[in-house]
C-alpha cells in the first residue's frame, strides 16, 4: 500500500441523535449513537456522499490507520481512498457502524441511560430497515441530501436496497455486492446454528454476560469457525490449505493435525476476542428478517418499484453464501421493475469474501462504474 | 412398507475378537467386539454375502424392526429387503456396527477390561483401513472368504474402496455412493468445527464425561445441526422450508422464528440424547484421514492398482458435501488404473442424503446393477 493511495490516518467521530428511533420490531430506542469516519470532502452541492454499509462483522474504519504504526488499515482499504476506485480525491465517504454494533455505535454493550446497565439481553432486534433510518438520520446531521451512491457487500448490499426502496429521492446509485434480496433456508439455517452455539454456551448469562465477569467465548469462536467456511470456495480452501498437515505426518490425535484447523481455529480465537457476542446475534438476525417482498406477497418486482436509484449488482462465481443466481435474482426483478440496472457475473476463486478481495476484474469494474458517477457528481 | 418387502423382525449379534487389532495408529486394541445383524441366507457356495458399511451415525440395524411396533426400521430398510435392490432372497446381507461405535460394538462408551472403566478419551483412533481389518476378521467368523459386494454411502463408501484395495480377493463388487477419495479442505473444516464444538463442551470433560453424570449435549446438538446443514442442498431445503414462519409474521426475537430453525434444533435434540459425543469425534477423524493415495504420493491410481473388484460409483447432482467432482475423481482413477467400473451421477434435489432415499433412478441403478452381481453370485 502505497502512502500516496491510502487516506492516511484517520479518526473516527461520534454523530448523537437525542430523538427516539421507532424500530420495526414496535421497539422504540429512546436515543442512540452511531460512530462514523469519513474520507475526502463533501463539495459545495454536497453531491459527492458515498455511504459504506458494512456486513456481519464489518464497522465504520473503512479505510486509513489510526496511528502509522497501525498493523492493518480500515477493512475496504483496498477499495476506498486517492485513485481507487472509491477514489477520495473525488468522493467524500461516509463509513458508518450500525446499530446494535460493538466499535462505538450504540449497541447491546452500550450503557442503557434508562438503568446505568449495559443493555445485554434488553436491547431490542434491529433491521436493516432501521439500520437505513438511522443512517438516514447521520445524512441529516451531515447535511447530505442524497447520496452519489450507497454502496456495500453482502448484508451492505442489503442496505443499499433498502436504501433505494424507503429513500428513493436520497440515493443516486445503489451498489450491491454479493448481496441477495432475502435469505435462503441454508443461509439462515447456518446463522441459526451459530446462534445456538453462542445462546447454549454457558457464558452467554442469556446475553447479560457483561456483569458475569465472563464471555461466551466458545460459542463466539465456533459460530465464526463456521461464518469463515461459508466465506471461502471450496475450491479455494482447497488451493489454500487442501490437505496440508500441520507435523508432515498423521499424529492420529484432536490437536490440529491439518493446517486448515490451525487456520480456522486462529480465526476464531482472534473474532472471540474482539467481538460482541450479542452483536453477533444481532447482525445475523437482520440478515434474517430482511425480505422486501415480504409486504407484497413475496413480490421483489413491487417491493422494487419506488426505487429510482440506478443500480450496479455484482457477484462472484465462487461464492456458495450469496451465490450468483442470488444475485441474478435481484436484476431480474429490477429489469422487470424497469430500473437501469447493470450486472457483473465476476470469475472468481475466493467465494464470498471475493467482494472484500482485489481480483483485477472487479476493481476495474467498481473503477469503471464509479469513475462515471463521479462525472454525474461533478457535472 | 408392505409386510413382504420387510425382512421383518430381526436380531443383532455379537462377535468376540479375543487376537488383538493393531491400529493404523499403531496402537493395539487387545480385544474386542462386533455389534452385526444378517439378513437373507448365505448359499452353500458362500457367494452371495455383501456387507453394509454405515456413515458417519449409522450403525448394524440395516433393515428391519426388532419389534413390530417399532417406530423406524433400520436405516436402510428402503434398500435391503425381499425384493429390494438388495434382495435378501438372494443375498445374505452382513450390517456392522463399526469399532468405535456407540451401538454395541466396542467403542469409547464400553468397558476397558484392563481398567474396568468406560474407555472415553483413552479410546484409540480408528480409521477406515482399521475398519475394514476388522471387518474382515468378521467375515472369517461367518465363513466368509470373498463378499459378492460391499457396500456403502459416503464414510461407507471409504470402506468399500479400502475393501477393494487392502483385500482384493476377497471383494467381487466394490458400490461407493456419494462418497469421496479423502475429504477435501471444507470437508474437514466442516468436521473441525464439530468436533471443536464438542471439545470445548465444558461437559465433555476431556471425553471422560461417562464418569461425570454430564454429557456434551450443547456440543453434540450444534455438531449434528451443522453436520444436517451439509447433508442437505440449498435448494432441497429452499423447497421444503424456504422461508416459513413458525407463527405467521415476525416475532423479533430468538426464540424459533423460521421453520427451518426448529427442524434443525430437533434434529440436534434428538441425536444429543441417543448418540455417543466420543463416537461422533472417532468418526470424523475417521473422514479426515482416509486418503489411499497418501501412501503413494498422492497418486490414487497406484492407490487402487491392486484392486480387481469391479466398481460401481454413484453421486447425486446436489450433494455439494461430496460432490458429482469428487466422485469423478474416484472413476478417473479407476479408468487410470484399468479397472472395470460403472459411473452414475443421479439427478436428485436430496444432497448428500439422497443416498439414503428413494430417488427413481438411484432406486433403479442399484437394482439392475446387484440384480447382475446376484447372477454372478448363482452362476
Known sequence: ??????????????????????????????????????????????????????ALSGHHHVAGRYQADDKNPGWWDSMVGPGKPIDTTRFFVVGVNNLGGCHGSTGPSSINPLTQQPWGS??????????????????????????????????????????????????AHALMIASAPKLSAQNIAFNDVARQAIITDPDFHGGDFYTQATLPRHGLRLARMLGHITYLSDDGMGEKFGRLLRSGDYRFGYDVEFEIESYLRYQGDKFADTFDANTYLLMTKALDYFDPAKEHDGDLVAALRPATAHFLVA????????????????????????????????????????????????????????????EECAA
Open 315 to 374: 457477484s462472484f462465481t465462487s461464492d456458495w453464501r450469496f451465490s450468483p443466481q442470488r444475485s441474478r435474482e435481484t436484476v431480474k426483478a429490477l429489469v422487470a421493475a424497469d430500473k437501469q440496472v447493470a450486472y457483473a457475473e465476476i470469475e472468481s476463486i475466493h467465494g464470498h469474501d471475493a467482494f472484500l478481495m482485489t481480483d483485477t476484474p472487479y476493481v476495474n469494474l467498481m473503477r469503471a462504474y464509479l469513475s462515471r458517477v463521479a
Open 122 to 171: 434488553s436491547f431490542p432486534v434491529v433491521t436493516v430497515e432501521d439500520w437505513v433510518n438511522s443512517q438516514a438520520r447521520l445524512a441529516d446531521q451531515l447535511g447530505i441530501q442524497r447520496w452519489a451512491a450507497v454502496i456495500g457487500g453482502s448484508l451492505g448490499g442489503m442496505q443499499a436496497m433498502q436504501w433505494s426502496i424507503a429513500y428513493p429521492e436520497r440515493i
Open 1 to 54: 500500500m502505497s502512502e500516496h493511495t491510502s487516506v492516511g490516518i484517520v479518526q473516527a467521530q461520534t454523530a448523537v441523535f437525542d430523538t427516539s428511533l421507532a424500530l420495526l420490531s414496535g421497539a422504540i430506542l429512546p436515543s442512540y449513537q452511531l460512530r462514523f469516519e469519513t474520507y475526502g470532502t463533501l463539495n459545495a452541492a454536497k453531491s459527492n456522499a458515498i455511504l459504506i454499509c458494512h
